[in-house]
């Protein structure tokens, strides 16, 4: 029989199968402090629950660990990680370090299957999504390594969160949970490629987290050259979606955009993208574009960024340039896997 993936559980379902086992519930609240506060790898270390249910655990259960295949730091502090996963697997965590505390990028899944063309960690497709517990474990594993605790959390890693909506949304309720880590939902951001669908299916959930959206191109016709996903939801369903999710939940969303000389830096480009803004509490990101092998995507420059976002700025389109931490160790996202294939 294969056993129970405890560190996906949440509290009560941890309480459930705890009592099931004729054990009272604050036992399940010491297991989960041990899992999800103490960063604890196996059930030995859990000194304080009895050696009988310790073996029972072992026996039932698997603690979900990841190991460290390869680790580069830059010079800037910013730490990439390339984990293990139980099954061999690979996927990428990054550590970066701001004044106001620890960020961590994440993966949710190994590999991904949206295919967007300028993006590594697409390049050979989706092998599986990630469980609950190994994105969590990206965390308390990093925390574990640094020695320091972690504040802000970006689900951009390799990987598409709304293809494995149930993981990466149950990620963000432990993650934030008093019981665990307790990082404010604020302090968490989710980028997806806009599964229309699922961005209202997130919308209900009522989650305090801010929603980025890649978005990359400002016509339908253009962005189906970069981002597939474009063939199954046109860029008005994108946005109308978008407009309906601040509506229910109050929140503002982030708008990536990553400037591709030639591609989607036009004055053209700038004027539209105002246009699809018009009216909207958003906030624009730009992201230099990170060259991939392969990729047909790669005229980049640090001037014509600049160029771009004062395009903007004279539209009255707020945009923020994304800093490039880790310069050094630059594999774009999904590089340092793809090496390790
Ligand atoms: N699947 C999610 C998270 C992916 S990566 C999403 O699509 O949003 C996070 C961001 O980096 C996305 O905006 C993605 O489009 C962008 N990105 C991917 N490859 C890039 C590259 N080579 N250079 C710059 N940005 C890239």
Same mark, same amino acid.
């Given at each position: 029989?294969?056993?129970?993936?405890?560190?996906?559980?949440?509290?009560?379902?941890?309480?459930?199968?705890?009592?099931?086992?004729?054990?009272?519930?604050?036992?399940?609240?010491?297991?989960?402090?041990?899992?999800?506060?103490?960063?604890?790898?196996?059930? &030995?270390? =859990?000194?304080?629950?009895?050696?009988?249910?310790?073996?029972?655990?072992?026996?039932? +259960?698997?603690?979900?660990?990841?190991?460290?295949?390869?680790?580069?730091?830059?010079?800037?502090?910013?730490?990439?990680?390339?984990?293990?996963? %139980?099954?061999?697997? +690979?996927?990428?965590?990054?550590?970066? $370090?701001?004044?106001? %505390?620890?960020?961590?990028?994440?993966?949710?899944?190994?590999?991904?299957?949206?295919?967007?063309?300028?993006?590594?960690?697409?390049?050979? %497709?989706?092998?599986?999504?990630?469980?609950?517990?190994?994105?969590?474990?990206?965390?308390?594993?990093?925390?574990?390594?640094?020695?320091?605790?972690?504040?802000?959390?970006?689900?951009?890693?390799?990987?598409?969160?709304?293809?494995?909506?149930?993981?990466?949304?149950?990620?963000? $309720?432990?993650?934030?949970?008093?019981?665990?880590?307790?990082?404010?939902? $604020?302090?968490?951001?989710?980028?997806? +490629?806009?599964?229309?669908?699922?961005?209202?299916?997130?919308?209900?959930?009522?989650?305090?987290?801010?929603?980025?959206?890649?978005?990359?191109?400002?016509?339908?016709?253009?962005?189906?050259?970069?981002?597939?996903?474009?063939?199954?939801?046109?860029?008005?369903?994108? =946005?109308?979606? +978008?407009?309906?999710?601040?509506?229910?939940?109050?929140?503002?969303?982030?708008?990536?955009?990553?400037?591709?000389?030639?591609?989607?830096?036009? &004055?053209?480009?700038?004027?539209?993208?105002?246009?699809?803004?018009?009216?909207?509490?958003?906030?624009?990101?730009?992201?230099?574009?990170?060259?991939?092998?392969?990729?047909?995507?790669?005229?980049?420059?640090?001037?014509?960024?600049?160029?771009?976002?004062?395009?903007?700025?004279?539209?009255?389109?707020?945009?923020?340039? $994304?800093?490039?931490?880790?310069?050094?160790?630059?594999?774009?996202?999904?590089?340092?896997?793809?090496?390790?294939?």
């Amino acid at each position: 029989m294969a056993k129970i993936d405890i560190n996906s559980l949440e509290l009560n379902e941890l309480k459930e199968y705890i009592m099931s086992l004729g054990e009272k519930p604050f036992v399940a609240k010491q297991i989960y402090s041990w899992l999800h506060v103490k960063n604890a790898e196996s059930f &030995d270390e =859990m000194t304080n629950v009895s050696k009988a249910l310790r073996a029972t655990l072992g026996e039932n +259960c698997a603690v979900t660990t990841l190991s460290v295949r390869k680790k580069q730091v830059s010079k800037d502090g910013t730490i990439k990680y390339l984990y293990q996963l %139980g099954d061999g697997n +690979c996927i990428e965590t990054v550590l970066m $370090r701001y004044e106001h %505390g620890n960020s961590i990028c994440v993966s949710s899944q190994v590999g991904c299957r949206m295919g967007c063309k300028f993006c590594a960690s697409t390049q050979h %497709g989706k092998v599986r999504d990630l469980t609950t517990g190994e994105i969590l474990r990206q965390v308390y594993k990093t925390e574990k390594d640094i020695g320091e605790r972690i504040s802000n959390i970006v689900m951009m890693g390799i990987g598409e969160p709304l293809d494995n909506f149930d993981n990466a949304t149950r990620f963000v $309720r432990m993650i934030s949970s008093p019981d665990g880590k307790n990082i404010s939902q $604020r302090n968490i951001s989710l980028s997806t +490629c806009g599964i229309v669908p699922k961005i209202y299916e997130l919308a209900d959930m009522n989650l305090n987290i801010t929603l980025s959206i890649s978005l990359h191109a400002t016509t339908t016709e253009l962005r189906k050259k970069t981002m597939p996903i474009t063939n199954a939801y046109s860029v008005e369903q994108l =946005m109308q979606a +978008c407009r309906d999710y601040t509506k229910k939940t109050g929140r503002r969303i982030s708008f990536e955009y990553t400037v591709i000389h030639g591609t989607n830096d036009s &004055d053209d480009d700038a004027r539209r993208l105002a246009g699809l803004l018009k009216g909207m509490i958003s906030h624009v990101n730009l992201i230099p574009l990170n060259p991939v092998d392969g990729s047909p995507f790669t005229r980049y420059d640090d001037k014509i960024i600049k160029i771009f976002q004062k395009k903007l700025t004279d539209l009255h389109i707020n945009a923020t340039i $994304r800093r490039r931490l880790g310069q050094d160790i630059s594999a774009a996202c999904g590089q340092l896997r793809n090496e390790n294939r």
